[in-house]
């Protein structure tokens, strides 16, 4: 059975970087077809894709992320990062790492147990 | 168009049909696969239909998932409690170049 868990620093402080990791176990990040994905949930809001990428390093980001956002991947480790930079207290969030089971199409079938960011000094 | 549209709020009673509808444009529902996830708090997301009309292994019969056009629906028959949770739809959005979800629709059982 695939697992996904994310890890990484529960507090941030504004300006600085958030950085996750999600592992992945019971299955390869290499498998052709699917994509790994970064999703979050801030506090009383909905979902919001934050970016997608794939084993070969291919990646897709949110427009509205997109120049804070960098997704990246270790096929050695079975892992994939986040690294959101800038960081302002809108970006407190349960963060969920994901797998898209259609390639990049937002059908994410396998979910992170997800993690709270807290952004505050 | 950076979120699909849903109604906030949806609810009924058990056994009734409830519909959740998600709204969008040519260049998400029109040309993309919609699926739909099921969230309940403190929980992570679980996908409840793929592929438009799609359901996971494990998932009930009792929720389906139709599209037409640029709109998409969930319905859930046969209502229980259990089915009381927060429902999101999603898609790929070829001029974002992004994944977009709805806004979400919170599924009360009265």
């Known amino acids: 059975q695939l697992q996904v868990q994310e890890s990484g620093p529960g507090l941030v402080k504004p300006s600085e970087t958030l950085s996750l990791t999600c592992t992945v176990s019971g299955g390869s990040i290499s498998s052709s077809s699917y994509y790994w994905g970064w999703i979050r949930q801030p506090p009383g809001k909905g979902l919001e894709w934050i970016g997608s990428?794939?084993?070969?390093?291919?990646?897709y980001y949110s427009p509205s992320l997109k120049s804070r956002v960098t997704i990246s991947v270790d096929t050695s480790k079975n892992q994939f990062s986040l690294k959101l930079t800038s960081v302002t207290a809108a970006d407190t969030a349960v963060y969920y790492c994901a797998r898209d089971n259609m390639g990049a199409t937002g059908s994410f079938d396998y979910w992170g147990q997800g993690t709270l960011v807290t952004v505050s000094s | 168009q950076s979120m699909l549209t849903q109604p906030p709020s949806a609810s009924g009673t058990p056994g009734q049909t409830v519909t959740i509808s998600c709204s969008g444009s040519?260049?998400?529902?029109?040309?993309?696969?919609v699926c739909w996830y099921q969230h309940l708090p403190g929980t992570a997301p679980k996908l409840v239909i793929y592929?438009?009309?799609q359901r996971p292994s494990g998932v009930p019969d009792r929720l389906s998932g139709s599209k037409s056009g640029t709109s998409a629906s969930l319905a859930i028959s046969g209502l229980r409690p259990e089915d009381e949770a927060d429902y999101y739809c999603a898609a790929w959005d070829d001029s974002l170049i992004g994944v977009i979800f709805g806004g979400g629709t919170k599924l009360t059982v009265l």
């Open positions: 592929g438009n009309n």
């Open positions: 040519s260049s998400n529902i029109g040309s993309n696969f």
């Open positions: 990428i794939y084993y070969s390093g291919s990646t």
